[in-house]
Nanobody, 127 residues
Framework: QLQLVESGGALVQPGGSLRLSCAASGFTLRYYAIGWFRQAPGKEREGVSCISSSGGTTNYADSVKGRFTISRDNAKNTAYLQMNDLKPEDTAVYYC????????????????????WGKGTLVTVSS
């Protein structure tokens, strides 16, 4: 059974940091591009960041550039999203998603381009 499981969400104060993890099971993540998305209450799900299957290409939404870093460890079948300098507007459920399999999967940050989704992890930024 192909599965993505996010973890690491928590309540954090503004200016704080969190690292989200996305663990894959039932398939080999190295042939998939990974995207992180988020959905705040009452808003559409939006793309936050993506990374190609090789890890050589990354992309970020303007709202998180310079604060968030996406990475992956194909040996551990896991992707990560390091989030620094968190702001209240970062509050949302964060989802990871995978696009593939491809020999070389390109960075994808659109909902329609993803093939598998996790169930999400809640990040709350509040004092």
């Amino acid at each position: 059974q192909l599965q993505l499981v996010e973890s690491g969400g928590a309540l954090v104060q503004p200016g704080g940091s969190l690292r989200l993890s996305c663990a894959a099971s039932g398939f080999t993540l190295r042939y998939y591009a990974i995207g992180w998305f988020r959905q705040a209450p009452g808003k559409e799900r939006e793309g936050v960041s993506c990374i190609s299957s090789s890890g050589g290409t990354t992309n970020y939404a303007d709202s998180v550039k310079g604060r968030f870093t996406i990475s992956r460890d194909n040996a551990k079948n896991t992707a990560y999203l390091q989030m620094n300098d968190l702001k209240p507007e970062d509050t949302a459920v964060y989802y990871c998603a995978a696009a593939g399999p491809y020999v070389q999967a390109l960075c994808v940050m659109t909902k329609g381009g993803m093939d598998y989704w996790g169930k999400g992890t809640l990040v709350t930024v509040s004092s």
